[in-house]
């Protein structure tokens, strides 16, 4: 209850003040006051002395008004737990099918598909990091051209790591991964300069490199 | 060249032919979009064709957006699209134009 109450503060009383502004002002509550209402509606132990000093009228306005913000937030709380549940749903559905897609008759199933938890935590480390590297880009090249190529190199990576599950092989498949996205960044790079950046760039470089970069 | 010759000039450039023809009026995923490509032995590296994709979608001769798939748990955005109408025209138009040009050289002495 103390939590709920905390957030009872912290989230809606900024939205009653901003809505019922009018309302406010003619019942000439102060924002105090809405803190006191609150802290009171907020412990089951003072609900009996609820609104004790307003008329009977805005003491049933305040306390509907509460109500009403209070079944919102819990709404809202409710929402985000089934998100996460159906996010969770999701994920295991998308490992258990692929296993039944490939699992091959009179053949063991060797599954420890579902991942630890230090697995996942270093897996989002990796992205996180190759997501921050690609911020050296300007954000029309990022978005138009590396993004979706490194949506497609990232689904690429999550299918093998499907496929080889020891601890060596997802090591060198993210060694991989990340040589590939390093690759595609130089790629973006060079294609952004311009012709004359480009062959002023060429000229430095030895007659091998010259025809690798297509000068 | 005459100037109403010029202005017949197909709005496409081969490549953009290429992917417009790979793409028909299927709906596709730039993946497959490449695969189709470099199956025609046209092979780009990720960000160049995404890019030309760009340019496309900025021509609005096709329609893309992001759609989501979960792969091992992880959610990954996949780019999808779509030949416009306006797409449609310029693949038939520079098909005229070529199939014009070749009939033009086939009336020539030299390939009669």
Redesign the interface.
Known sequence: MAGHDKWLRCLLLPKIMSENTEDISNKKLKLEDFQYWLDQWGNVENLKSFGAGLSAKDRQDLRANLEKYAAGFLDSVLEARHTKASHYVMEHASIVHYEAAHHEPNKAVRTPSIESREQRISLRKLFRFLELSFRLLPPKTRKEAFEPAYDDAKADYLNARRRYKTKLARRWLAFCFGMHVGLMLGKSAWGMCSEKIRSWFLSYLPEFFRRILGG | MKSDERHNLPELSHLQFAVLEVLGTAQKS??DL?QGLSEHGLKK???????M??RLEEAKFVEGWYSQ??????I????QYKITGAGIRALNQTKQFYHGRTRQMAALPAFA
């Open positions: 730039g993946k490449r590296s990720g960000p160049a064709f995404y890019q994709m760009a798939v979960i792969i091992d748990g992880q990954i955005k996949e780019r």
